[in-house]
């Protein structure tokens, strides 16, 4: 089993960044691939970026060129800098790894308005 936190969502105003951050813990020799997750009010939880462990990367429609996921392998930690952030960015951010399962961490808030 592997346990995610995440830190750096928060408030901020149309067209600004932030980044967030999600460190593993526990079986990380077993993960696949980690990334990120968001479920805004009313709709489908949706993907947002993935990093595999061979580096590859994918990203939603909605957030390429603006979005960007990357990793610290030495701290079993993936990034998401997030750029000229919009306020159909607003969720609750969850970070996830696939090994042999699907875990989650306790999900962080973006929120985007002026």
């Known amino acids: 089993q592997v346990q995610l936190v995440e830190s750096g969502g928060g408030l901020v105003q149309p067209g600004g960044s932030l980044r967030l951050s999600c460190t593993a813990s526990?079986?990380?020799?077993?993960?696949?691939?980690m990334g990120w997750h968001r479920r805004a009010p009313g709709k489908q939880r949706e993907l947002v970026a993935v990093?595999?462990?061979?580096?590859?990367?994918n990203y939603a429609d909605s957030v390429k060129g603006r979005f960007s996921i990357s990793r610290d392998k030495a701290k079993n930690t993936v990034y998401l800098q997030m750029n000229s952030l919009k306020p159909e960015d607003t969720a609750v951010y969850y970070c996830?790894?696939?090994?042999?399962?699907?875990?989650w961490g306790q999900g962080t808030q973006v929120t985007v308005s002026s």
């Open positions: 990093i595999t462990s061979g580096g590859g990367t």
């Open positions: 526990g079986s990380v020799f077993s993960i696949k691939a």
């Open positions: 996830y790894a696939a090994s042999t399962r699907a875990d």
